[in-house]
């Protein structure tokens, strides 16, 4: 069995920052596992925010390069999504993804809400 459990999100003005974190526990294996953050805003599809592979390469949306920043301690099964400038359109519910090679397997985070507003 396999959980994640996502924290961190909350309510921020615009221009700020916030970061979140995601702790995988369970029989998963950090060298095996692509982690990455969606995010789903309401009436929207979920979509892709960042992804990070075990040795540390990054994938990220045109939408926030340059702003958020993925990263994970393989040590602790956890990855983080650091995320700056902060705009209204990043407001979602934002989840984490572990998405594990050998077996193939997809797990998710139950989600944590990110509001920018002023």
């Known amino acids: 069995q396999v959980q994640l459990v996502e924290s961190g999100g909350g309510s921020v003005q615009p221009g700020g920052s916030l970061r979140l974190s995601c702790a995988a526990s369970g029989s998963i294996s950090a060298i095996n596992v692509k982690m990455g953050w969606y995010r789903q805003a309401p009436g929207k599809q979920r979509e892709l925010v960042a992804t990070?592979?075990?040795?540390?390469?990054?994938n990220y949306a045109d939408s926030v390069k340059n702003r958020f920043t993925i990263s994970r301690d393989n040590g602790k099964n956890t990855a983080y999504l650091q995320m700056n400038s902060l705009e209204p359109e990043d407001t979602a519910v934002y989840y984490c993804?572990?998405?594990?090679?050998?077996?193939?397997?997809?797990?998710w985070g139950q989600g944590t809400q990110v509001t920018v507003s002023s």
């Open positions: 990070i592979l075990s040795g540390g390469r990054t």
């Open positions: 993804n572990a998405k594990q090679i050998t077996p193939a397997r997809d797990y």
